[in-house]
């Protein structure tokens, strides 16, 4: 069993314990039975959006096609060491 944190009130919930995990965007997050008896729904939760530039538009990369986002997984950030300017 995986180890899981409770989303809540932040403690380790052990192997042999009562949980519920929420299933959110591919990723499982889960309550201890004491939290989710006081409040089942999960709050304080929010999926970070994503912007970035195509085709000369600043859009969320959540609404662009398929292609455009595989092409977006595939880009590579990468850091200039130093200055980016010669003179400077």
Request: hydrophobic fraction near 25%; include cysteine.
């Amino acid at each position: 069993m995986e180890k899981y944190t409770c989303h809540d009130c932040g403690k380790s919930i052990e192997h042999n314990e009562e949980y519920m995990p929420y299933n959110v965007g591919g990723k499982v997050f889960a309550k201890c039975k004491e939290c989710h008896q006081k409040d089942s729904v999960l709050r304080n939760f929010q999926q970070t959006e994503v912007y970035s530039r195509v085709v000369g538009y600043i859009r969320p990369v959540s609404q662009w096609n398929k292609g455009k986002q595989a092409e977006f997984g595939d880009r590579s950030e990468y850091m200039i060491d130093g200055s980016a300017c010669a003179s400077c």
